[in-house]
């Protein structure tokens, strides 16, 4: 990689994992330029922050980054954190995962590390397909949708991942698009500094697959399409359920305070173990 003075730079393995597996035009790197932006922006020193990942695309994303980094199994990202965060809780332990690795195999997982209240920063890019494994129908992919797994279209209602989360409990819970650049960077800095179990919900392009299937040929099309069919959860409370289909609501969708699960556990390990 060519040598260059600009900040984010200093946060990349770039002399050991780049060129990247991303295709052209992908939201991923898009979301990680986010990432890395508020990471600076929060003064994180590169060895509190602990990033945890599973199988997918987006879960490549810890690879390049120079930080301390686990490439876990699929789905169990949410787990391997769990251990990290218990074990040294002045950590900032962050997950990546994508749609499929969360809420498929993964999902019982977010589901109760939602309800437990981990002081996880979570993040889950939703391109709305398997999209490293030749573009399968994933809980996101939207009913008739035809996929290499659905050629005839996806038979199956799409998860509402962030519905979902916060209804499991998270202390924080927020929807964007990597359009949405301004938009992200709040939500990932709210996310990162919220006290409790905290997941961004990331709807990202992937032109590669979904984007064929749904006849938007390139990136740019594809963010034109997540602007175009984005409202935010100011907006959206003054429509109607007939208006808000197939929209998709953007900003905070949760915000509570809950006591979390690290806390609780060394107040009873103080109080039974006297340690």
Same mark, same amino acid.
Request: aromatic share 8%; net charge positive; with cysteine.
């Given at each position: ?12 393995? #770039? ?12 939201? &991923?790197? &898009? ?8 990471? +600076?922006?929060?003064?994180? #020193? ?50 990546? @995962?994508? +749609? ?9 997982? $977010? ?10 920063? *979570? ?14 129908? *994933? ?15 996806? $038979? ?5 991942? /962030? ?20 938009? @992200? ?5 709210? *996310? ?5 179990? #905290?997941?961004? =919900? ?7 697959? *979904? ?6 040929? /390139?990136?740019?099309?594809? @963010? ?5 069919? #984005? ?16 929209? &998709? ?10 006591? /979390?699960? =690290? ?13």
């Amino acid at each position: 990689m060519r040598e260059t003075s600009h900040f984010v730079h200093k946060y990349l393995r #770039s002399s050991k994992r780049f060129p990247h597996i991303w295709c052209a035009g992908c939201g &991923i790197g &898009i979301f990680m330029q986010a990432l890395i932006r508020v990471i +600076d922006r929060l003064g994180y #020193s590169k060895d509190a922050v602990v990033m945890v990942s599973g199988i997918g695309c987006s879960s490549r994303l810890p690879v390049y980054v120079d930080f301390n980094t686990l490439h876990a199994t699929h789905g169990r990202a949410l787990t391997f954190a769990t251990g990290v965060k218990l074990a040294n809780p002045d950590l900032k332990v962050i997950t990546i @995962m994508g +749609d499929g690795d969360a809420v498929s195999i993964g999902g019982n997982h $977010l589901i109760h590390a939602a309800r437990r209240n981990v002081e996880i920063a *979570s993040f889950i890019v939703n391109n709305h397909v398997y999209g490293m494994t030749g573009g399968q129908s *994933s809980p996101t992919t939207a009913y008739g949708t035809k996929t290499t797994s659905a050629p005839y279209g996806n $038979l199956e209602a799409a998860f509402d991942i /962030s519905g979902l989360v916060e209804a499991a409990g998270a202390a924080f819970v927020g929807r964007t698009t990597v359009y949405h650049t301004p938009l @992200m960077e709040r939500l990932v800095e709210k *996310s990162l500094t919220k006290k409790g179990f #905290s997941m961004v =919900e990331v709807l990202a392009q992937c032109v590669t697959y *979904s984007g064929r299937w749904l006849g938007l040929n /390139s990136p740019v099309e594809m @963010m034109a399409w997540q602007r175009d069919n #984005s409202v935010t959860v100011e907006k959206a409370q003054d429509l109607t359920p007939d208006e808000l289909a197939g929209k &998709i609501v953007i900003g905070v969708l949760a915000d509570r305070e809950r006591p /979390s699960y =690290e806390d609780e556990y060394a107040k009873l390990t103080a109080e039974k173990l006297k340690v």
